[in-house]
Every structure is written in structure tokens, then in C-alpha cells.
Antibody
Framework: QVQLQQWGAGLLKPSETLSLMCAVS????????WSWIRQPPGKGLEWIGE???????NFNPSLKSRVAISVDTSKKQFSLKLTSVTAADTALYYC????????WGQGTLVTVSS | QAVVTQEPSLTVSPGGTVTLTCGSS?????????AYWFQQKPGQAPRTLIY???DKHSWTPARFSGSLLGGKAALTLSGAQPEDEADYYC?????????FGGGTKLTVL
């Protein structure tokens, strides 16, 4: 059974960098795309981007200039960095296995506040 | 970036049938968009019900089905149960990315 465990700082100040990690257990990172998704409080889901174990990356165009996603196959982890955060980046952030989005992390609430 | 549209809200009677749809601003939704449907209940992470337009996960109740209908992706719920009351999101895949719809709040009443 594949499980995703995510972690990262939950409180940031404006202009700081959001950094989240997601660890994969019970399966391999190879052969799959791995996504980051977020959900502002009371709002809908927004796809942030995804990475393949071989390094191919796709981004949401609206976030592309601020987003970095990487994968460490040896550690079976992938990460999200979002620079220059503002209050609009306050959200519950999820990691998930893309295609078919069958496994999700538990979610990390990130709050941006001065 | 494409805009994916869903009905903001729908109501279905217990035991009834309802179809949720998912449209794309770029034109007709096809199998090439690999449509996904997610169910999200309050305080819970989303759960995938349908992937690749019509494929089901092992945990997907048989009363849910996915299809293409009138140029849109569709999620049909046949025989609604009270526990089906939730938010439903579709996700479409495009060249180089994916886009969620705004979600449909389904009430079973």
C-alpha cells in the first residue's frame, strides 16, 4: 500500500519561500508523475504542478514563475518550493501520485501572515 | 490557460440519478483530456472516483460512472445515497498541465 507523508513549515511571512516535502512509502517513485495541489480555505482545488521521476516537470502557468518541484529518487521524496508568498498562497497543500491520483498526502496547512 | 467549468451546485433526491458535467474553454472534452472526478467531504482530502474518463478505482461505488456527454466529461450518480453529499471536482489534462474545475456542491435531499 503506497502512502504519502508530507511535511513543511506551516506559518510563513509575506515574501518568504514555502517549502514542502512528500515522502513515498510502500512503493516506488519510478514510473509515475507526482503532483502538488492546493486548496485555499473554503475554496476549490488548484493543481500546482507535477514531476516525473526522470525529471520531466509540468507547471500551472499562473504559478510557474514562482514554483520549483524536484524529486530525489534515492530518498523516495519529492518537494515543492514556492517563492515570494503572499496571503493568497494560504492554503491546504497536498501531494499526490498523478495518474491516476490514487494516493494523496494528508495535507499541510500553510498560512501566510505578517 | 484553459478554464474548466462545472455546475456550482446540484440537488438530487435519495435514490435518484444526477449527472455532473465538466466542460473546457478550449472546446470539446475528449478522451485525450483523461478526465478525473474527485469527491471531497468536509475536512477530508479529495478521493478519486473516476480516472481516464470512465475508469473506476477499486473503492469507487458502482453507482458512480464516468463518460463523455455532449462535448463534456460527465459523472453520473445512479441511486444517490445520503453519504454522496459532497463536493465533486473534475480535472482535465492538457498539453503540459492539468486544470481543475471549480467544483460542484452536490446535495442529497
Amino acid at each position: 500500500q503506497v502512502q504519502l507523508q508530507q511535511w513543511g513549515a506551516g506559518l510563513l511571512k509575506p515574501s518568504e519561500t514555502l517549502s514542502l516535502m512528500c515522502a513515498v512509502s510502500g512503493g516506488s517513485v519510478n514510473g509515475h508523475f507526482w503532483s502538488w495541489i492546493r486548496q485555499p480555505p473554503g475554496k476549490g482545488l488548484e493543481w500546482i504542478g507535477e514531476i516525473h521521476h526522470a525529471g520531466s516537470i509540468n507547471f500551472n502557468p499562473s504559478l510557474k514563475s514562482r514554483v520549483a518541484i524536484s524529486v530525489d529518487t534515492s530518498k523516495k521524496q519529492f518537494s515543492l518550493k514556492l517563492t515570494s508568498v503572499t496571503a493568497a498562497d494560504t492554503a491546504l497543500y497536498y501531494c499526490a501520485r498523478s495518474r491516476p491520483f490514487d494516493y494523496w498526502g494528508q495535507g499541510t496547512l500553510v498560512t501566510v501572515s505578517s | 490557460q484553459a478554464v474548466v467549468t462545472q455546475e456550482p451546485s446540484l440537488t438530487v433526491s435519495p435514490g435518484g440519478t444526477v449527472t455532473l458535467t465538466c466542460g473546457s474553454s478550449t472546446g470539446a472534452v475528449t478522451s485525450g483530456h483523461y478526465a478525473y472526478w474527485f469527491q471531497q467531504k468536509p475536512g477530508q482530502a479529495p478521493r478519486t472516483l473516476i480516472y481516464d474518463t470512465s475508469d473506476k478505482h477499486s473503492w469507487t461505488p458502482a453507482r458512480f460512472s464516468g463518460s463523455l456527454l455532449g462535448g463534456k466529461a460527465a459523472l453520473t450518480l445512479s441511486g444517490a445515497q445520503p453519504e454522496d453529499e459532497a463536493d465533486y471536482y473534475c480535472l482535465l489534462s492538457y498539453s503540459g498541465g492539468r486544470v481543475f474545475g471549480g467544483g460542484t456542491k452536490l446535495t442529497v435531499l
